[in-house]
């Protein structure tokens, strides 16, 4: 559901935000300085980005004087990388004007393999999908929501408030280049957002639910994307709340839609999976490396620029590990042996890729490291989600 901005940026490994929260799909601290500049770009399909300098104190804005330059890029570069990046909405993309292959862009569908999953995840813990024609026409359904809508929804609005961090990192991107204008923008952040909530309140009438619960879960989902990337709580400028928000809107709110649909949604499930969602914090970290030059700049306090990017990987792997192997012992505990066995046969391989890559230079193999490791990790949370419905 808005089962965002938690990919990827997260699990997908080069996406630009996990890259935001999702709804269901989901989403750093201004620094406490008085006086901040903060970059907007306001866009005119006949003349490209303007930049404008904002101050923020007391609401006024002063000219910009004509010898000051300012540190956001007027266009973006002719030639940057590549079309296949450009459809998936992955770092590297090439310039692109079909205006329908933008709003692709603007979606990342890279980022909607973690929701999708954890749907799949949540009907597994259901212990009642059946692989009948109409259980696989709700799933899909559902995935759908929760990936291209909802997460599409995370991800566009995302990129809306960080145009002027990204005009910095990636300004080839679709709004900070100027390629698509500002009303287009909004109009597909609307469209996608009520599609989703539509789509929702038709799996909750599908499933003969008396209490709207997928669709309340959209609805909360798509709240917290909008804090996450949106002043003025932008919980992204805390490297602690906004990658848990990611993370949670990443694993929790897929699956939660996913078990709802099928079966009974508990709170002991609840709790295992905003416990799991810890992990997917670690996973949001990873993508914030990538992000270093533009959030310094920008004031934004991600943890490998408030705490240096040696400290910040340790954090980032212990925040995964210590989650799962708390997972695997809880597993032991309820007497899920095997389950538990299978489970630490899939995170030995993770913590050896951390440090094979991650560890070794976390700037330079973070994309390699996701892309070996994640799928240890997810296999993992469906071992997980099937041991929980026995």
């Not at 070794?360 to 929980?388: E, I, M, R």
Request: aromatic share 10%; glycine share 8%.
């Amino acid at each position: 559901m808005a089962m965002a901005s938690l990919t990827a940026r997260v699990f997908a490994g080069n996406a630009n935000d996990l890259q935001g929260l999702h709804a269901l799909s989901l989403p750093r601290v201004l620094t406490s300085r008085s006086a901040r500049v903060a970059v907007s770009s306001a866009h005119s399909r006949k003349n490209g980005p303007i930049v404008r300098a904002m101050a923020d104190g007391n609401g006024e804005t002063p000219p910009v004087k004509a010898k000051e330059k300012s540190s956001v890029p007027e266009t973006a570069p002719a030639v940057v990388g590549t079309a296949m990046n450009q459809l998936l909405g992955m770092k590297g993309a090439a310039l692109e004007t079909n205006k329908w292959k933008i709003r692709l862009q603007l979606m990342k569908p890279v980022t909607w393999a973690p929701l999708i999953w954890g749907v799949l995840c949540g009907a597994a813990a259901s212990g009642n999908f059946e692989w009948t024609p109409e259980d696989v026409a709700k799933s899909i359904t559902c995935m759908f929501m929760s990936g291209p809508l909802l997460t599409g929804y995370t991800q566009t609005i995302n990129d809306w408030y960080d145009r002027d961090i990204d005009a910095i990192n990636e300004p080839y991107r679709p709004i900070p280049s100027g390629a698509i204008s500002e009303t287009e923008v909004i109009t597909q952040i609307w469209v996608l957002l009520l599609g989703g909530l539509a789509v929702a309140y038709g799996l909750d009438a599908w499933a003969g639910h008396s209490f709207p619960i997928i669709l309340s879960t959209a609805i909360g989902g798509s709240f917290l994307s909008y804090i996450y990337s949106a002043p003025p709580l932008k919980l992204k400028q805390s490297g602690w709340i906004g990658n848990y928000a990611l993370g949670s809107s990443y694993i929790s709110l897929p699956w939660w839609a996913g078990q709802s649909l099928f079966g009974t949604l508990s709170l002991d499930i609840i709790v295992l999976t905003l416990l799991y969602s810890t992990a997917g914090l670690g996973i949001a970290i990873v993508n914030d490396f990538k992000s270093i030059e533009g959030d310094r700049a920008m004031g934004l306090q991600s943890l490998p620029v408030a705490f240096g990017i040696d400290t910040a990987k340790w954090i980032c792997v212990g925040s995964i590990d210590v989650t799962q192997l708390s997972v695997a012992a809880y597993l032991f505990s309820t007497g899920k042996t095997y389950y538990g066995l299978g489970l630490l046969a899939l995170i030995i391989p993770q913590i050896i890729l951390q440090f094979q890559y991650f560890l070794k230079d976390p700037l330079k193999y973070d994309v390699k490291y996701q892309a070996s490791a994640q799928p240890f990790f997810v296999f993992g949370l469906l071992l997980t989600a099937l041991a929980t419905s026995h």
